[in-house]
């Protein structure tokens, strides 16, 4: 199976900062990666696909880069309602995975 | 508008089995895979397996392979997730959730919570 591993595994920001989340893989999932945002006690929300589509709906100041094994998220000015697990997760092969997830907490 | 709905949380014993549903509306229930994912609590997602509603074939992942069955009933555009031998770890929400047009789990079903205690 593809392991990906997210670092950090959590991080203190305030908002307004801009935040890097990274997301490698064990081996090559071409572009096959998305990201999603999930918050206390809901589903997870879609956030960027096919590692660097912006999902409709979804802020700007998101967006996510990478090809391979390596993966970047990036908020660009953090809002209070971004504080949130951040999870990447690759489609290339089964099974399906995700990272571990990221938590995003207030500063 | 898309819509899973799944049935309520459910309190089971060790070694029961559990069968939680998931109906979908405002699209064809078999133009996409329905795919099941654990998560315990405070932890992180784990995908468990899918189901094609259009001929049912299946495919799991490794860890729940032999405990889990996961099918879907046409007739009702419902998918359904049933997970045997139950176990204290097994705690967690279950949630389904589909592959929409950008290949990614574009919606998910509200979660249903699993509670495995003697």
């Known amino acids: 199976a593809i392991q990906l591993t997210q670092s950090p595994s959590s991080l203190s920001a305030s908002v307004g ?10 081996q090559d999932v ?4 998305a990201w999603y945002q999930q918050k206390p006690g809901k589903a997870p929300k879609l956030l960027i696909y096919d590692a660097s589509t912006l999902e409709g709906g979804v802020p700007s100041r998101f967006s996510g880069s990478g090809s391979g094994t390596d993966f970047t998220l990036t908020i660009s000015s953090l809002q209070p309602e971004d504080f949130a697990t951040y999870y990447c997760q ?4 089964f099974p399906i995975t995700f990272g571990q997830g990221t ?5 | 508008e898309v819509q899973l709905i799944q049935s309520g949380a459910e309190v ?14 405002g699209y064809i229930f078999t133009d996409y895979y329905m795919h099941w994912v654990q998560q315990a609590p405070g932890k992180g997602l ?3 397996g899918l189901v094609d509603p259009k001929d049912g074939e299946t495919k799991y992942a490794e860890k729940f392979q032999g405990r889990v069955t996961i099918t879907a009933d046409t007739s009702t555009d419902t ?3 049933e997970l045997s031998s139950l176990r204290s770890d097994d705690t967690a929400v279950y949630y389904c959730t589909i592959v929409g047009p950008s290949s990614s789990f574009e919606y998910w079903g509200q979660g249903t919570l699993v509670t495995v205690s003697s």
């Not at chain 1, 935040?19 to 064990?26: D, Q």
């Open chain 2, 79 to 81: 998918a359904f997730m």
């Open chain 1, 90 to 93: 690759q489609f290339n092969s």
């Open chain 2, 12 to 25: 089971k014993k060790p070694g029961a089995t559990v069968k939680i549903s998931c109906k979908v509306s």
């Open chain 2, 46 to 48: 784990e995908w468990m």
């Open chain 1, 103 to 107: 938590r995003l907490e207030i500063k």
């Open chain 1, 17 to 26: 900062d801009r935040v890097t989340i990274t997301c490698r893989a064990s």
């Open chain 1, 30 to 33: 071409t572009s096959t990666l």
